[in-house]
Structure formats: C-alpha cells, structure tokens
C-alpha cells in the first residue's frame, strides 16, 4: 500500500540528508522520484543537505495544486514513481491534502520532510495538517544538541545571538549567521524556555552579577 510518510524533526536534525538518501536509493534501483521543496538553503529549485549534497528538484510556489502538477506529469508521459516533499513545513494545509490524495488517487508513495515547530514552540500549519493525515510519523532523532548538551528538541530565532519569540513565523536564515543577521538554533526545551542561546549563556557565565534564574 501506497502511502504519506511525515519525516519531522528539529532543523538540524538531518532531515534533507534522509531526503537525499531515499532519493539516491530510489533511483538507483530505476526508480524515479518527483522531488518537491520550497526554500532550501541552496537556492530555489534545489533540494541541498548540510553535509553538500544537492539535487535538482521543483520549487513549490503558494497555492500551486501538487496533485495536479503530478496528473499533468504523468499525462505528459513523465514518470513518477514516488514523490519527495522537503522543507514541507512550508507547504500550504491544501497542499498536504493534494499530497494525501496523490497517494489515494496515484498509488504513489509520498515522503514528506519538515520541521515540527517554527521559533514559538508551534506548529506549522503544513506540518500540522501532516501530522493530521500521515499513515505514518516518523520523528527523526539524530542527534542534534543544545549548547548545555542536552537533546535539542526545540527551535530557537536569534537576532544578533538573542532569542526572540515575536515575528513572522517564515524568516529565511541560517544556523551560521552572526551580527545583527537573523539566525537559527536548536535548544533544549528548557533552554528555549528560559531563553537561553548559546550566546547568551556564554554572556551569563562572564557576568557575576546574572543569577541563571528566571520567573518562568
Ligand atoms: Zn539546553
């Protein structure tokens, strides 16, 4: 049986390395995959991992219907053997029942790859309505870790090192960046309550005078 397969996970956690692999292992039994993505770090129209892999693949604009992309496809004469859905976090409600239904209506397997939560500990919608229809969830656990050591499990927007928990919930950066530059990064839970980046931890640790409690 067919069917959607929500792979979630912090950023970090490896997810668009797992994309690559089923990819590479897909194709190189003949197989041929639909590749999905929308805002991947290595530019529009590619699907990259951090480890330097990157692979060709189509970008998904707002309020594109995926399931008839994959009718249009196939009635053209292009093949599909299964599709691969990264940074699904991104994608629309809409678009992860057009996903739902490709599986239903296409017999094809879909693979969906995304963050759980944005920078507030919420759920994004594309990832909710994922985890409303998967047949199956699977919570990747690559060891992503919080500056105290500690599994990160929650993702954390800085602005110049500092975490923030106001903005909109789609701001484009990267985990390296530094200054004043919006930035990512994975924290425990308990880090990402108290508020706690890596910088500013190493702020607290050089001033004698900030005592490592808060009301909260
Ligand atoms: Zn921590």
């Excluded at 792979?7 to 197989?31: P, Y």
């Excluded at 500990?121 to 656990?141: I, T, W």
């Excluded at 800085?158 to 990267?174: F, L, R, S, Y």
Aim: proline share 3%.
């Amino acid at each position: 049986m067919p069917e959607l397969v929500f792979f979630s996970g912090t950023m970090d956690c490896g997810k668009s390395t797992l994309a690559l692999q089923i990819e590479h292992n897909r194709s190189a039994r003949g197989l041929a995959g639909m590749i999905f993505t929308r805002d991947d770090r290595a530019g529009e129209g590619k699907l990259s991992s951090r480890l330097g892999l990157v692979t060709d693949a189509v970008e998904v604009e707002d309020g594109q219907d995926l399931y008839a992309y994959l009718v249009d496809h196939l009635s053209q004469g292009g093949r599909a053997d299964y599709v691969i859905a990264d940074e699904a976090q991104f994608l629309g409600p809409e678009q992860i029942d057009q996903l739902a239904r490709v599986v239903d209506d296409l017999d094809i397997d879909v693979y969906a790859f995304g963050i759980t939560t944005d920078f507030r500990s919420k759920l994004f919608p594309g990832s909710q309505r994922l985890v409303e229809l998967a047949d199956r969830v699977e919570v990747l656990q690559v060891e992503a870790l919080c500056w105290c050591g500690a599994r990160a499990t929650h993702n954390a927007r800085t602005i110049g090192g500092e975490m923030v928990v106001e903005g909109a919930q789609v701001v484009v950066g990267d985990v390296d960046q530094s200054a004043d530059e919006v930035g990512y990064e994975v924290l425990c839970r308990r880090h990402h309550r108290r508020r706690m980046t890596a910088a500013s931890a190493r702020a607290a640790a050089l001033s004698p005078d900030v005592l490592p409690v808060s009301p909260s």
